[in-house]
T-cell receptor, first 110, second 116 residues
Framework: GEDVEQSLFLSVREGDSSVINCTYT??????LYWYKQEPGAGLQLLTY?????DMKQDQRLTVLLNKKDKHLSLRIADTQTGDSAIYFC??????????FGTGTRLTVIP | DAGVIQSPRHEVTEMGQEVTLRCKPI?????LFWYRQTMMRGLELLIY????????DSGMPEDRFSAKMPNASFSTLKIQPSEPRDSAVYFC??????????????FGNGTRLTVT
């Protein structure tokens, strides 16, 4: 079955870059997603990447995909305290479902 | 658009009682999903619908759980009878045309269920 793995915690200083890593198992996943969850809220889509791309940039966010190693990363430039949240990566091996990782809790230290 | 709307936001009930969670998806979205989030198990897919028809309910824990989608703008998740181990945050999400084609899930704010 699908298994998406992430480290549980990450702490960075305000202004530094954050890199959140994810590994997934299903090479047939056509799209890979990053979601953000703030306390008491649902998951908010941050960005996603098509599997034939290596990189996608969207303002402060950069997604890197290594399809050979099934490794996905999310880089947040100039991390702010408002970026403190839980970040989930998700793969979509089938047409209509997402499998989520355990989430990485990002703490930004002022 | 108001986004995916879930009610109630919080539900506290006693073991053995029936619980009904409600969801209104984004208008025009053809797919609706119910997820459960716990510390121990993370996010688990319970069931999803396409055009109001249940497609995959393999994640529903047991017969105590049931879900319906009587029309395109409303779905319910029912637990009867509820047990303390059902305590979790339940999320509803909808998508336009399937995540495998780059149509992302849009989540509601969830219902936090506590069964005592």
């Amino acid at each position: 079955g699908e298994d998406v793995e992430q480290s549980l915690f990450l702490s960075v200083r305000e202004g530094d870059s954050s890199v959140i890593n994810c590994t997934y198992t299903d090479s047939s996943s056509t799209y890979l997603y990053w979601y953000k969850q703030e306390p008491g809220a649902g998951l908010q889509l941050l960005t996603y990447i098509f599997s034939n791309m290596d990189m996608k940039q969207d303002q402060r966010l950069t997604v890197l995909l290594n399809k050979k190693d099934k490794h996905l990363s999310l880089r947040i430039a100039d991390t702010q305290t408002g970026d403190s949240a839980i970040y989930f990566c998700a793969e979509s091996p089938g047409a209509n479902n997402l499998f989520f990782g355990t989430g990485t809790r990002l703490t930004v230290i002022p | 658009d108001a986004g995916v709307i879930q009610s109630p936001r919080h539900e506290v009930t006693e073991m053995g009682q029936e619980v009904t969670l409600r969801c209104k998806p984004i208008s025009g979205h053809d797919y609706l999903f119910w997820y459960r989030q716990t510390m121990m198990r993370g996010l688990e897919l319970l069931i999803y619908f396409n055009n109001n028809v249940p497609i995959d309910d393999s994640g529903m824990p047991e017969d105590r759980f049931s879900a319906k989608m009587p029309n395109a703008s409303f779905s319910t998740l029912k637990i009867q009878p509820s047990e303390p181990r059902d305590s979790a945050v339940y999320f509803c999400a909808s998508t336009l045309s399937g995540t495998g084609v780059g149509s992302p899930l849009h989540f509601g704010n969830g219902t936090r269920l506590t069964v005592t």
